[in-house]
């Protein structure tokens, strides 16, 4: 059974940074997709970012290019999201996924089997 525990939210001013963590355990890996999603409130959950774990590729929504980096550590089993210059529209609760790849196409938003409990950030004008 995947099971996914993201850490590192907080209250961060505007400009600033902030660096989510996903532990993953219960799966190979390997053979996945990872992604960051984010929903504010009352808003839809909002796709972000993806890292194709064999080999490291990675995907980014427009909003968040140059800005947010995705990153993974095999040897930790964990996917990180990097996040500078942050703006109050960052604000949401951030959802790491887990998806395998041989049933979706790695960089798109669906398919996604595996979430985690969320992380809150929150940015401050």
């Known amino acids: 059974q995947v099971q996914l525990v993201e850490s590192g939210g907080g209250l961060v001013q505007a400009g600033g940074s902030l660096r989510l963590s996903c532990a993953a355990s219960g799966g190979t890996f390997s053979s996945y997709a990872m992604g960051w999603f984010r929903q504010a409130p009352g808003k839809e959950r909002e796709f972000v970012s993806a890292?194709?774990?064999?080999?490291?590729?990675?995907y980014y929504v427009d909003s968040v290019k140059g800005r947010f980096t995705i990153s993974r550590d095999n040897a930790k089993n964990t996917v990180y999201l990097q996040m500078n210059v942050l703006q109050p529209e960052d604000t949401a609760v951030y959802y790491c996924?887990?998806?395998?790849?041989?049933?979706?196409?790695?960089?798109?938003?669906?398919?996604?089997?595996?979430w985690g409990q969320g992380t809150q950030v929150t940015v401050s004008s």
């Open positions: 890292i194709r774990w064999s080999d490291g590729r990675t």
């Open positions: 996924a887990a998806k395998q790849t041989y049933r979706y196409i790695w960089w798109t938003s669906n398919g996604y089997d595996y």
